[in-house]
């Protein structure tokens, strides 16, 4: 190959104008009454359309010379930035760069191939244990930090550009620098090695084996399979081959491990079996191992994974297998489209003048913008090729990840749905780099994904038949899918800076002219993004914020069209069951099983490491959840609808429109009179929070009504239509539906809009827990029996057939319940079946719930045997539920009149204000983990909304109120604050030992706390500098009072989560549709008995494991083991406390099973 040479790059060649009046003019006509006139008039006007034809087409002929020249701009581009790259290493060995010289010197008569044989010779041989800890990765314990991880990012990015000669070019500029070869790692070289082999690029191949050599690194598996594919590409002689596998050999690596531990594209296989033959024709590559036998080994799922158990009865969608393969098309045509349009649901205007000319003017000013961004975002990338030139990393290949017109039409999206009130430039920053990143993932084996998809269908399909029934991971599994590929996450200040590169580009190509905002203006051209700084929770904060004539242009145009990420709306078909941490979900853009802030990796690369049948629990749970198919409940939608049009209903968690929020205040307090001298300090002061409240207030609506809107609006989408709702979970273990605008986790009137897709008759039972979901849904009848609920829904029914007949013009009893829409639903669920000619065979879509009993206590009672806890939360059977608020309440105020007689003025002041209500968040939240500090102000907010409450004694009443109610429960729940303290305490100790606290689940997920002491990274220049914190950077020291406050409520999170997976995956096995919401249970009202049994049972079974003992084991064999620091005082001090497991008490868990309020 000829050695490249340096040139200058050629610059851009400006675009050529086309004349403002359009080219040649036609000739004036002759006046009226010349001689001749008609004739000449006639050849006027034939002159003139000729003149027309003319102008056309030289107009033509100058955009085809535009293209053509931008055609071959590119091209000189191309060559002089090639031109310009470095390909020849600079080598800190002298004897080997010596050697190279020589070697290049003598090319003709020494082959390359040549010199690469002796190269692997002479490579050490195994690097000492020390070096592998410096430069070198170690598979999936090394945590690429900082640099690493962003020069890692940046190889990636460039192969997958194209860009392979700028890659090499920034690994031989580093290569160079003894402090930045530190930085690479033999993954970076392999990366770049494997580029230049698919090209059959030897010599470029040869100098990156120079560079291994140099960093004293030692070729792996990888290394060897970029030289022999190259090898195979050109053909090369079988000598050359035969001492490169005998060096292989020598190196202790296997030669079936080319084709087996190397991830290899068919092409990529085919060319390096080619190679191979040619030394040894003879050679058969091994077929892919079969894997052995998983077994997972956690106990409490022996029988999910129980083979030939007549028992199972999984359950089937009520689909045809041709409705679900149209279903999968119209799914995979979203996802490759990357974004979905909806219409949305915003009371669409009058076609007026105005109308009409505001959406005219908008469509000019975008055509315009379009133009700016394509020669914006050109020389954006000329400015930061330049820098890559240099051998800087620069955002180049980011930047050329995605095609322009994608680029542009994410920015003009972006501008369309930016609030008027503007937005942080670290949060659109960020946002938009997500965006880039997330959409260079999607994936490109659309064919061979639809002919597996199909076949899995086989399994789902009402009308189909499988051999044997089995879970859907199982299924998918057997029809021998490939892993896809693991992607490495961008470190946040790449995404950071990308999206804030992105966003200046915005920022400088969207103008408008003047007269938009002052009519009688000149001309010009103004930006319609202003940067500002604005203060913000005490800190103050760039903002980017649209020009308020562009604005009120927007409200004018009033254009009814959101914009969605693919990824952010429900799905069209059943999701892929999830198989791996990084495979399930979407059918072409990659999901995270366990998410995370983007950066962090230490989640990943615990559950990389975890042995794969460990995590078939939580993969089959998630895949289960995402399989329940949805519809969206019209009649409750239209009644929303007709709220929300019609300025809202707070009361009824309907978002006001902007134009209810309060203005600022005028006449005697207006904000102006801030600057008159007349006006006390006081008043000022009085003046300026009046003015900060009111925003506050403007803001909460705003971002209220821009959820609902979101909502509403993908709700009337997919109306009419069954979707389905992906899952994955966080650190914890808890889940979460992908889709974050419309789902069934939120607020009542969330919940409300959905059923499931899938009816069942409601059967001999089904009316009756309607009815008791109803009572339960009012609030009402929380100490009564089961029975005397369903009374009650006896005694109301004629409420109830009002609500559900005249909900907006009746008697409206369902607007008084505690969750008004969902009980609006249910009353029309009741009045459809007690109507249905027999209701046992009525067929209902309706979701009944199931909630635990502050479900974070029982774990805690179960946790210590704590008899007396265990009766507070209703883990003990009883007549009645037992309410562990009201409890706590009572407790309190036995304090509290204590208090009183002893002449405390504060307890004297709470008399007749101690309620339920008060006291409820704190009770519930303790469990979690709340500080006093978070209690008082919970406490301190229901006291403000007791009207006949005293307000000047709101802060030492919170004071006193949360005191009495830690009190309360410790006197109450002894057991449970002695294993809180345990917990706390084993995590303050691990955090000085210099870790971050883990341990695995009962169902063996593995579990981090991502809590680390601030790093700040700052990103220089443009609009702003931006500053943010990261608290993800493992190499950072924990942050030992996050963990030590974060381990009890996160440890008490992880079992509630192994809990509903357990109850998740019992209720597939036995047909039942099934979805939670953390500690609450829904399914059909038919099946509410089998799951609520379920429930009960799993909850035992989980609790009968020595969780406390096993998480000490895991604890002291994670963190006290090492001999190293063994002799540490904190080391030391946590083996004791580990020991010291807390004792627990007497309490029969086999009482649960019996305890009807257990959940209910």
Not at 569 to 577: A, E, G, H, K, N
Not at 859 to 879: C, E, I, K, M
Request: glycine share 6%.
């Amino acid at each position: 190959m000829a050695e490249v040479t340096v040139k200058r790059v050629a610059k851009r060649v400006a675009v050529a104008r086309a004349p403002e009046a359009g080219g040649a003019q036609p000739p004036r006509q002759a006046p009226a009454g010349a001689k001749g006139a008609g004739a000449k008039g006639a050849a006027a006007t034939l002159s003139s359309r000729w003149a027309q034809k003319l102008d056309s087409d030289q107009q033509l002929m100058e955009k085809r010379k535009q293209r053509l020249e931008g055609k071959l701009q590119k091209h000189v581009e191309k060559g002089a930035w090639q031109k310009q790259l470095r390909l020849e290493p600079r080598l800190l060995s002298r004897k080997l760069a010596s050697q190279l010289q020589h070697w290049e010197q003598g090319a003709p008569r020494s082959p390359w191939e040549e010199q690469l044989a002796q190269l692997l010779q002479e490579a050490p041989h195994r690097l000492s244990s020390e070096a592998a800890a410096a430069p070198a990765d170690r598979g999936p314990e090394s945590r690429l930090e900082g640099q690493q991880q962003r020069l890692l990012s940046f190889f990636e990015c460039c192969l997958l550009t194209g860009h392979l000669p700028l890659a090499h070019h920034v690994l031989v500029t580093h290569h160079s620098k003894s402090q930045q070869q530190r930085l690479l790692t033999l993954s970076m070289y392999n990366m770049v090695m494997l580029g230049w082999a698919r090209q059959g690029s030897f010599k470029e191949l040869t100098y990156v084996f120079f560079m291994l050599k140099d960093a004293g690194l030692a070729p792996d598996l990888q290394s060897y399979a970029a030289a022999l594919q190259c090898m195979g590409r050109l053909d090369q002689d079988a000598g050359t081959i035969r001492r490169c596998l005998k060096q292989m050999a020598q190196d202790g690596l296997q030669l079936q491990g080319l084709f087996t531990a190397v991830p290899l594209s068919a092409e990529e296989r085919a060319e390096l079996l080619r190679a191979v033959r040619k030394a040894k024709p003879a050679f058969t590559p091994p077929r892919p191992p079969v894997p052995p036998p998983q077994v997972n080994t956690s106990p409490l799922l022996r029988e999910i994974y129980a083979k030939q158990d007549p028992a199972v009865s999984y359950p089937r969608l009520h689909l045809s297998l041709k409705e679900l393969q149209g279903l999968f098309q119209q799914q995979l045509r979203v996802e490759m489209a990357t974004t979905i349009t909806v219409e949305s649901v915003e009371k669409v205007p009058l076609l007026t003048k105005e109308v009409l000319h505001a959406r005219k003017t908008l469509a000019g000013l975008r055509t315009r913008w379009r133009t700016a961004l394509y020669r914006e975002l050109q020389e954006t990338k000329e400015s930061e090729a330049h820098a890559a030139r240099e051998g800087r990393l620069s955002l180049f290949p980011y930047l050329c990840l995605l095609s322009e017109k994608e680029v542009v039409r994410m920015l003009l999206q972006t501008l369309q749905a930016l609030p008027a009130q503007g937005e942080s430039l670290l949060f659109l920053a960020h946002e938009l780099g997500l965006r880039v990143f997330k959409r260079k993932q999607l994936r490109n084996e659309v064919q061979e994904l639809e002919q597996r998809y199909s076949k899995y269908l086989h399994l789902l399909a009402s009308d189909t038949q499988v051999a044997e029934p089995c879970l859907p991971r199982q299924h998918w599994e057997a029809l021998g899918v490939p892993e896809a590929p693991h992607e490495q996450p961008w470190p946040m200040s790449v995404v950071v800076q990308l999206g804030k590169q992105l966003a200046e580009v915005l920022v400088r190509a969207a103008q408008m002219p003047s007269s938009l905002a002052a009519p009688r203006s000149p001309g010009t051209l103004i930006p319609v993004l202003y940067h500002v700084y604005s203060f913000r929770s005490f800190r103050q904060i760039g903002i980017l914020k649209p020009h308020p004539a562009f604005t009120q242009l927007l409200e004018t145009a009033a254009e009814r069209t959101l914009t969605f990420e693919s990824t952010d709306v429900p799905m069209l078909c059943p999701p892929l069951p999830w198989t791996s941490p990084h495979s399930g979900a979407f059918l072409l853009s990659p999901t995270k099983m366990m998410r995370s802030v983007e950066g962090s990796q230490q989640h990943q690369l615990l559950l990389e490491r975890c042995p794969p049948a460990e995590l078939h629990g939580a993969l089959d749970a998630l895949t289960q959840l995402g399989n329940c198919a949805w519809r969206v409940n019209g009649r409750v939608l239209d009644l929303v609808l007709q709220l929300f049009a019609d300025k809202g209903c707070p009361r009824l968690g309907v978002p006001a429109p902007p134009s209810e929020a309060p203005r600022p205040p005028e006449g005697r307090r207006a904000p102006s009179r801030c600057l008159l001298p007349e006006v006390s300090p006081a008043e000022k002061a009085e003046m300026r929070r009046e003015l900060a409240r009111r925003l506050k207030v403007a803001r909460e609506m705003q971002s209220l009504r821009a959820d609902a809107l979101y909502r509403l609006s993908l709700a009337r989408h997919l109306r009419h239509r069954v979707f389905w709702l992906p899952h994955n979970m966080d650190f914890r273990g808890r889940t979460y539906p992908c889709s974050p605008h419309f789902n069934h986790l939120g607020s009542d009137l969330a919940r409300a809009l959905l059923e499931f897709a899938q009816g069942r008759p409601l059967g001999p039972h089904g009316l009756n827990w309607l009815k008791i979901h109803l009572v339960n849904l009012t609030g009402l009848k929380k100490r009564e029996s089961l029975q005397a609920r369903r009374d009650y829904a006896d005694e109301l029914m004629e409420d109830i057939l009002d609500s559900a007949d005249r909900p907006m013009t009746g008697r409206k009893w369902w607007m008084e319940a505690d969750e008004p829409w969902q009980a609006l639903a249910c009353c029309m669920e009741i009045a459809r079946a007690v109507r249905a000619p027999d209701p046992a065979a009525y067929v209902s879509h309706f979701p009944v719930h199931q909630d635990g009993s502050c479900n974070g206590l029982q774990h805690y009672a179960a946790l210590g045997r704590d008899s007396v806890g265990a009766a507070s939360v209703n883990l003990l059977p009883s007549d009645l539920p037992q309410d562990v608020y009201s409890e706590v309440a009572a407790q309190v105020e036995v304090f509290r009149r204590q208090d009183a007689e002893q002449g405390v003025q504060v307890a004297q002041v709470l008399e007749g204000f101690i309620s339920r209500k008060v006291v409820k968040q704190t009770v519930m939240t303790v469990v979690y983990g709340v500080t006093r500090y978070g209690g008082r102000l919970q406490i301190e907010k229901r006291l403000r909304e007791i009207h006949d409450f005293p307000q000047d004694f709101v802060w030492e009443a919170s004071h006193y109120l949360v005191r009495q109610v830690f009190n309360s429960l410790q006197e109450m729940f002894s057991g449970t604050r002695s294993i809180q303290r345990w917990l706390t305490e084993s995590a303050r100790l691990i955090s000085h030992t210099g870790s971050a606290v883990e341990w695995v689940t009962p169902l063996g997920i593995p579990i981090i706390q991502p809590y680390h002491r601030d790093s700040k990274v700052m990103i220089k220049g443009g609009l702003q500098s931006l500053t943010f914190s990261s608290s993800v950077d493992t190499s950072q020291k924990p942050n030992t009072l996050k963990q030590k406050n974060g381990f009890p409520p996160n440890f008490i999170h992880s079992l509630d989560s192994s809990h509903m997976m357990l109850t998740a995956l019992h209720c597939y096995r036995k047909g039942l549709t099934f979805v939670s919401v953390h500690d609450c249970f829904w399914t059909h009202a038919a099946d509410v008995a089998v799951m609520n049994q379920v429930c009960r049972e799993q909850f035992v079974r989980l609790h009968s494991q020595p969780i406390l003992h096993n998480l000490s084991r895991f604890l002291i064999e994670r963190f006290c083991s090492d001999p190293r620091t063994s002799k540490s005082i904190w080391v030391s001090r946590l083996m004791d406390t580990l020991l010291s497991v807390p004792k627990t008490g007497t309490f029969n868990l086999e009482q649960v099973k019996h305890s009807t309020y257990f959940f209910s």
